[in-house]
């Protein structure tokens, strides 16, 4: 079979690796991502390992990149996916992607400091310009004072300080000035007048430009103080309040001579610093360039480097420490390209010696492959998710791409929302390549997507099974004519117009010759939907269908078990496992069709009144009885009913005990081979520590068997008797249960059927009602909800639920009939280039 049927051949192999081209061959390994490397080293810690100190230099180097995309991220580039996958670099390579990088950052981070500090001094000079301005203004007219109880000047013409009393004071008139924040303003100037009890004039003015706050990166107007105060202490109480409001405090010239001195040596200064910065900006751009070019093929190669390394570090040297030893998992049919991959590597690092590949024996089971594409990557999910498949286990994958779409279908059989959700699945398969579709971050649309081709089958199947129900939209459509003829039965009744006008439902018989022409040529009659009989006729063929296809889709997992014991050589599950599952299902549930059908072949609408309840010959097979009331189906059912149900409850005991006891008497009986040939003092572990017991000193029987001989392991009698007598009670009772939980396909069929005749009913036909031109124009608002609600509804809502009972079905009634799932995934090392953009 091919892998996507059974897991392919995986197999034990080691890797030879000379030192000089060990790096370069785990580099052309990971490029083509074909082993799974295991671990040698399980017990030494990571700081103990041979190359942790290039792990290391990697992680620096990822430490150095983080700080330039940071870097880039503060100044508003965004950086992109890298073009093209590099390989990884070699020693000599890598130490100058170092040395670039380094040499990068620290440019940056004398640029940034060098702008940050010329930003900080212009703003400190402009501060100290726009202070100078406005306490010219002050101390020439006065300001608004903040305060009530503060002395506040009689006229804003007046001066601050009246001259005349200049003479009069002894002391001299000191000045503190700078900017604040804000929103410090308020407790700043309630913590002056307290401290200083009123001996100082405040004057308070916003910032005519806003600028930036140094602590937060926002631009905010600071605020203006000016304070004239008398005596050296409250000079020294005011300097400590504004160093503990962190106020930016310059100083202020006595004079006005002296203050325009200053401020056009600030002018000057403030021209100057302007200059400068615009050229560090410049620079910092052509900086960041670099790095922009440059970082994304870097951290690719970083990364590909610390994952060989890390690989490495997996690796043992032998006893000459001249060379690797990697155990790996490998399938069988890349081995040629494995050993191909290592003539490469051994090639580009100029190493006179090849590195080449072993396989080994183990008895240990390996991991499961299975290749998909993207048409089966969805229905493999849908089988992982429920559990990876055991090594070479039969794969329910490529039967569920029939199946699940097709049960799917049975419970959202509808021509008109099948169609929408095939169209709506054919957009996305059209689209696929499409980079907005892939690279989405909503997590339900990628799951969508990721399933393009499930919902694509399923509104197939969908469509096809709408048409066998004959709705669409819940309204049933004439594709063909009907096969019951009223004016025949109209004819033969003589039905006349007082008649008809006094029954309003008519009914046909299908004994009269010419009213029932013979069956629909595909699907149901249309002329169903127009009956008051409808759901009856409905209910019964849907639920009869349910049952009929639930115990062939059991029957055919029960049968799909037997390519697992061929496949593993256990013949003797042939007879004492498969044999009694068969007959236990057929005796009793097998039956239960054939009298389905019968009853449908035998019985007609002539004598349909005669035809007896198979429910009630059901239940009386099982009571071993006859009614009298129930006519039976054919001569001879009593006696044959009698023998299936003894056959069925006979395959109980044989499904119970014949493995265990089987397992049991080969267990008993000597082998008569040859002796297994007994190890020698002079082989010698070819790992350095090697332990026994491991995968190399396995024997030549355990790699032929697979892992799976009679004798790798200790057969304890009571667990393969507690493991079969579970098996028994879960199947004998799942077959019950489980030919019940197949009715969800007629309840949920049903359900669907009924919810859109009634969304039809309540909205859609509502825009019938008036034939005029309003009608015309109510119908788009009807229409447009009826869209809406069917959308929401019946194909998000319906289809969820169809789809996971759909999931239902197939793990627990289908799976469990044949499918262990407790293997574990073929994890191969890559570089895939998603996990480096």
Request: proline residues 6%; contains cysteine; glycine residues 6%.
């Amino acid at each position: 079979m091919g892998s996507l049927f059974r897991s392919e051949e995986v197999c034990l192999a080691q890797l030879f690796l000379q030192s000089a081209s060990a790096y370069s061959c785990v580099s052309e390994l990971g490029e083509r991502g074909l082993l799974e490397f295991r671990d040698l080293n399980p017990k030494v810690s990571a700081f103990q390992r041979r190359f942790v100190g290039e792990v290391r230099r990697c992680e620096e180097m990822e430490k150095t990149f983080t700080f330039l995309q940071q870097e880039l991220r503060g100044a508003g580039r965004v950086l992109g996916p890298c073009p093209e996958s590099p390989r990884a670099p070699l020693a000599r390579e890598a130490l100058r992607v170092q040395e670039q990088s380094e040499q990068l950052a620290q440019e940056l981070r004398e640029v940034s400091r060098n702008r940050a500090s010329l930003r900080g001094r212009l703003r400190e000079l402009r501060q100290y310009l726009h202070v100078l301005r406005e306490g010219q203004r002050f101390t020439s007219w006065p300001a608004p004072l903040g305060s009530p109880p503060r002395p506040r000047a009689l006229s804003e013409r007046d001066p601050l300080l009246d001259p005349s009393l200049h003479q009069h004071l002894d002391r001299k008139i000191n000045f503190v000035a700078g900017v604040i924040h804000p929103w410090r303003v308020s407790a700043f100037e309630r913590l002056l007048w307290r401290a200083c009890r009123g001996y100082l004039v405040a004057s308070f003015m916003e910032m005519p430009e806003p600028m930036e706050d140094p602590a937060t990166g926002e631009s905010i107007t600071w605020v203006i103080f000016l304070i004239s105060y008398w005596g050296e202490q409250i000079g020294q109480k005011i300097r400590k309040i504004s160093d503990c409001f962190h106020c930016h405090v310059y100083p202020y010239p006595e004079s006005e001579a002296s203050r325009a001195d200053t401020m056009s040596g600030l002018h000057s200064q403030i021209q100057d610093l302007s200059v400068v910065l615009e050229e560090t900006e410049q620079y910092l751009a052509q900086v960041l360039d670099k790095v922009t070019l440059a970082l994304p093929t870097w951290r690719v190669q970083v990364q590909k480097m610390k994952a060989i390394y890390l690989i490495l570090n997996q690796c043992s040297f032998d006893v000459t420490e001249k060379c690797l030893i990697a155990e790996v998992w490998c399938p069988v049919r890349d081995l040629t390209q494995v050993q191909d991959a290592l003539r490469q590597g051994s090639y580009k690092s100029g190493s006179s010696v090849e590195c080449f590949v072993q396989r080994i024996p183990t008895s240990e089971s390996p991991p499961t492959l299975i290749r998909t594409n993207k048409f089966t990557a969805g229905f493999q999910s849908i089988v992982d998710a429920y559990g990876v498949a055991s090594y070479q286990e039969v794969n329910p994958a490529p039967y569920a791409i029939i199946t699940f779409p097709f049960i799917f279908a049975i419970m959202f059989g509808d021509v008109g929302h099948g169609l929408l959700m095939f169209l709506f699945a054919l957009w996305m398969v059209l689209c696929e390549n499409s980079p907005s579709l892939r690279q989405s971050s909503n997590e339900i649309w990628l799951t969508f997507f990721e399933g393009r081709y499930l919902i694509l089958l399923m509104g197939a199947f969908s469509i096809y099974t709408g048409f066998i129900y004959n709705e669409c939209f819940s309204k049933a459509t004439v594709i063909f004519p009907s096969a019951w003829s009223v004016a025949t039965m109209a004819n033969h009744s003589s039905w006349s117009s007082a008649y008809l006008a006094t029954h309003p439902s008519l009914t046909l018989d299908p004994n009269v010759t010419g009213v029932f022409q013979g069956p629909y040529p595909f699907g149901i009659d249309p002329i169903w939907s127009l009956a008051t009989n409808h759901l009856n006729f409905l209910n019964s063929f849907k639920m009869k269908m349910s049952v009929v296809l639930g115990i062939v889709h059991m029957g055919f997992g029960v049968m799909l078990g037997v390519f697992n014991h061929m496949h593993f050589q256990q013949w003797h599950r042939l007879v004492l496992e498969l044999l009694p599952e068969m007959v236990f299902l057929l005796a009793l549930f097998g039956y239960l069709v054939f009298l389905i059908f019968y009853k449908w072949v035998k019985f007609s609408a002539a004598n349909s009144l005669e035809a007896p309840s198979i429910l009630i010959h059901f239940i009386d097979m099982f009571l071993f009885t006859s009614n009298t009331g129930n006519l039976p189906l054919y001569q001879g059912q009593v006696p044959v009913q009698t023998v299936l149900v003894v056959l069925a409850l006979a395959s109980v005991p044989v499904l119970l005990l014949g493995t265990p006891l089987y397992l049991c008497c080969r267990r008993r009986v000597p082998r008569t081979g040859p002796p297994a040939p007994v190890a020698t003092e002079e082989q010698e572990p070819l790992l350095e520590g090697q332990e026994a017991g491991n995968s190399v000193n396995a024997t030549k029987e355990d790699v032929e068997s697979g892992g799976h001989s009679p004798d790798a392991k200790h057969v304890d009698f009571a667990e393969i008797f507690m493991h079969q007598a579970i098996h028994t009670i879960e199947y004998c009772l799942g077959c019950v249960s489980n030919t019940a939980s197949y009715l969800r396909l007629w309840a949920l069929s049903l359900a669907h059927a009924q919810l859109s005749e009634v969304l039809w009913t309540m909205v859609m036909r509502q825009g019938f009602v008036r034939l005029s031109y309003v009608g015309g124009v109510v119908l788009v608002p009807v229409f447009a909800a009826f869209a809406v609600l069917t959308v929401a509804i019946l194909l998000v809502m319906e289809g969820l639920s169809a789809f996971l009972h759909a999931l239902r079905l197939h793990w627990v009634e289908f799976q469990n009939k044949f499918y262990v799932g407790a293997g574990y995934k073929l994890c191969p090392f890559a570089f895939a280039p998603d996990t480096w953009e």
